[in-house]
């Protein structure tokens, strides 16, 4: 049997024995993003009649589904059918493919697809599929597609942080108080403020002119000698006086001479 295909075709090759409907359903979903072109789903539809559901599927518009023949019956029956359906489609100009199995005798169609002219071939597989199996194709989807999903380094995934959620539930979760930035005319204002206080805080020099006014209400400041003070300092003793009576009787005395 000839499959009528070319370069605007994309193959699914389905291992009917090994996968179930539904990763062929989804499958199916994922070809879509090659539309337009034309797509062959090939397996051995016969082998399953009680699936009413392929009824159903057949009859999927944009799909073509093609029945294969065993050449022979017993274990590896469907790898051999599919592995001839695979040349068939090679050498009529397919380079797309979606591989359906987890089996990995299917890396000897991978490598037939890719014997002359390389294709470009997508598995679709259960997460028990082998290291083998996956380095044979171009990508490999993993089903179901829970399975496939990757967690981004340092971020956690969905059951630990539902772990989290449980082990804190009840605890009220203190946030920290966002600090204030201040602003660069509040921070200046202040240093002006702190600059001020010091400056009050600092005992300040009297000018002369402020000396001058203190002295003209009649006090004036004298200047005595070391030795002079002392004799001063031991008559005021000996006589029983202030300093400022004693300066005054003297300085009375001299002036009344």
């Given at each position: 049997?000839?499959?009528?295909?070319?370069?605007?075709?994309?193959?699914?090759?389905?291992?009917?024995?090994?996968?179930?409907?539904?990763?062929?359903?989804?499958?199916?979903?994922?070809?879509?993003?090659?539309?337009?072109?034309?797509?062959?789903?090939?397996?051995?539809?016969?082998?399953?009649?009680?699936?009413?559901?392929?009824?159903?599927?057949?009859?999927?518009?944009?799909?073509?589904?093609?029945?294969?023949?065993?050449?022979?019956?017993?274990?590896?029956?469907?790898?051999?059918?599919?592995?001839?359906?695979?040349?068939?489609?090679?050498?009529?100009?397919?380079?797309?493919?979606?591989?359906?199995?987890?089996?990995?005798?299917?890396?000897?169609?991978?490598?037939?697809?890719?014997?002359?002219?390389?294709?470009?071939?997508?598995?679709?597989?259960?997460?028990?599929?082998?290291?083998?199996?996956?380095?044979?194709?171009?990508?490999?989807?993993?089903?179901?597609?829970?399975?496939?999903?990757?967690?981004?380094?340092?971020?956690?995934s969905i059951m630990e942080q539902?772990?989290?959620?449980?082990?804190?539930?009840?605890?009220?979760?203190?946030?920290?108080?966002?600090?204030?930035?201040?602003?660069?005319?509040?921070?200046?204002?202040?240093?002006?403020?702190?600059?001020?206080?010091?400056?009050?805080?600092?005992?300040?020099?009297?000018?002369?002119?402020?000396?001058?006014?203190?002295?003209?209400?009649?006090?004036?400041?004298?200047?005595?000698?070391?030795?002079?003070?002392?004799?001063?300092?031991?008559?005021?003793?000996?006589?029983?006086?202030?300093?400022?009576?004693?300066?005054?009787?003297?300085?009375?005395?001299?002036?009344?001479?």
């Open positions: 049997m000839t499959l009528d295909s070319s370069n605007e075709t994309v193959a699914i090759l389905y291992d009917i024995e090994n996968a179930p409907f539904e990763m062929l359903n989804y499958t199916l979903g994922k070809a879509r993003r090659y539309q337009p072109c034309r797509t062959i789903v090939v397996s051995d539809w016969d082998s399953t009649p009680e699936q009413k559901r392929w009824e159903k599927l057949l009859r999927r518009p944009g799909f073509t589904f093609r029945q294969i023949s065993r050449t022979f019956f017993g274990k590896n029956s469907l790898d051999s059918a599919l592995y001839d359906s695979a040349q068939i489609l090679y050498q009529e100009g397919v380079r797309r493919y979606f591989i359906i199995t987890t089996d990995s005798d299917f890396v000897r169609i991978a490598e037939l697809l890719n014997s002359q002219e390389k294709s470009y071939i997508i598995g679709v597989g259960t997460k028990q599929a082998s290291e083998t199996l996956r380095n044979a194709y171009d990508e490999f989807i993993v089903y179901p597609p829970e399975e496939n999903i990757k967690v981004k380094k340092g971020t956690k539902a772990k989290e959620n449980v082990a804190t539930k009840g605890k009220t979760v203190k946030k920290p108080k966002p600090v204030k930035k201040e602003s660069a005319a509040i921070a200046e204002k202040k240093a002006e403020n702190k600059k001020a206080k010091a400056a009050a805080a600092k005992p300040q020099k009297k000018s002369i002119s402020e000396k001058k006014e203190e002295t003209s209400t009649g006090e004036f400041i004298v200047r005595l000698p070391k030795t002079l003070r002392s004799s001063l300092v031991t008559r005021m003793e000996e006589e029983g006086v202030s300093m400022n009576e004693l300066i005054t009787y003297l300085l009375m005395r001299g002036l009344s001479k």
